[in-house]
């Protein structure tokens, strides 16, 4: 079992940064990849980054590359999100989610567990 807990959300202006953290529990961290997706009202999740379990290999939606780095601390059972230049098109509920294996994916059905959100607002 694991649990997912994400903070860091609000509200920034266009431009500005955040970052977000999403502390996990259990054993197995390390041995799962983590991903970020997000939701905005009226539109499907959507993938935003995914992070291999050992951190050395990440991957991107063409809309953030560049702007956004994901990261983990393995020794402290978090990953990360850093979020720079955001835009008002960032706005959503943002959620991380644990992956089934170490590797990283985009699809959703390869996360099994997952947060309870943490909004993300972008003013313009």
């Known amino acids: 079992q694991v649990q997912l807990v994400e903070s860091g959300g609000g509200l920034v202006q266009a431009g500005g940064s955040l970052r977000l953290s999403c502390a996990a529990s259990g054993r197995t961290f390390s041995s799962r990849a983590m991903g970020w997706f997000r939701q905005a009202p009226g539109k499907e999740r959507e993938f935003v980054a995914a992070?291999?379990?050992?951190?050395?290999?990440?991957y991107y939606t063409n809309s953030v590359r560049g702007r956004f780095t994901i990261s983990r601390d393995n020794a402290k059972n978090t990953v990360y999100l850093e979020m720079n230049s955001l835009k008002p098109e960032d706005t959503a509920v943002y959620y991380c989610?644990?992956?089934?294996?170490?590797?990283?994916?985009?699809?959703?059905?390869?996360?099994?567990?997952w947060g309870q959100g943490t909004q993300v607002t972008v003013s313009s």
């Open positions: 992070i291999s379990g050992s951190g050395s290999n990440t």
């Open positions: 989610a644990a992956g089934v294996s170490i590797n990283l994916y985009s699809a959703d059905r390869f996360y099994d567990y």
